[in-house]
């Protein structure tokens, strides 16, 4: 019932014109955002995304950012906040939001499995930073990985780019754990992936409702992993 108002409320944003945004509108958008609802897996992405260089968004970005600071009366005069346009459009490019550009997706080879390690390989606690589609503001977390070799394996450290990866983008954190499922099990070749995201958003614990001490936790189970008793061993794994 609630997704089905949110996608209402969505679908009111692409009908919205020039003098379109009325308050009932515009409240439509912060009650989506508060509800932190996904809707879809794949990153939302205009057909254009790539034309432009990275180097000519900066050049766009900074100036826009200027405008933003401007507009709130800050003096771009002063020594401290005279670099900070240029600091913040070379930050969302090529730091924050670099998995955006599938020209930067890790490349990841896979090996042979030799050892012919047969239980499950857990990879728990690599650090996530993200960023809050919404709101813009961090979501801080850990993500915990685990799967079966179908015959294959990969390097560890791919493991944590590859949540590096998907995570710098503006993202909601139920998308961010299905793509990395999704390309864990692309390039393992196999169902047998799960990936648990437990997150702080400072969306929820610095503005709004300002809780500080709630977490939330996303989990994508496939293969193997819709076992219950596989899925306790995993998560008995994640409180070594
Ligand atoms: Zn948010």
Same mark, same amino acid.
């Given at each position: 019932m609630k997704e089905s108002i949110v996608l209402q409320k969505l679908n009111?944003?692409?009908r919205i014109n020039g003098n379109g945004h009325s308050? /009932? #509108? +515009?409240n439509g958008f912060d009650i989506i955002g508060d509800n932190h +609802?996904?809707?879809s897996v794949d990153t939302p992405m205009r057909k254009d995304a790539f034309d432009l260089s990275d180097e000519v968004k900066m050049e766009i970005i900074e100036d826009k950012f200027r405008d933003i600071m401007e507009t709130m009366g800050l003096d771009l005069t002063d020594d401290s906040l005279q670099g900070t346009p240029h600091r913040v459009a070379k930050m969302f490019i090529k730091e924050i939001f670099y998995g955006l550009n599938p020209a930067n997706k890790p490349k990841v080879s896979v090996f042979e499995n030799k050892f012919k390690y047969g239980e499950m390989l857990v990879e728990k606690n690599i650090n996530m930073n993200s960023t809050c589609e919404h709101h813009f503001l961090p979501i801080v977390g850990k993500a915990h990985v685990a799967y079966f070799s179908n015959g294959q394996v990969i390097g560890l450290s791919k493991i944590n780019r590859i949540v590096d990866y998907f995570a710098r983008r503006p993202q909601v954190? /139920?998308?961010l754990t299905v793509q990395i499922a999704n390309e864990? #099990? #692309?390039i393992l070749n196999t169902d047998d992936v799960a990936v648990v995201i437990d997150a702080k958003h400072l969306c929820v614990s610095s503005r709004g409702i300002q809780d500080e001490s709630s977490s939330t936790v996303t989990a994508e189970y496939s293969g193997k992993y819709k076992d219950v008793s596989v899925r306790e061993e995993f998560l008995k794994y994640l409180e070594l």
């Open positions: 009111g944003k692409s308050n /009932e #509108k +515009i +609802i996904a809707t954190q /139920e998308r864990l #099990k #692309k």
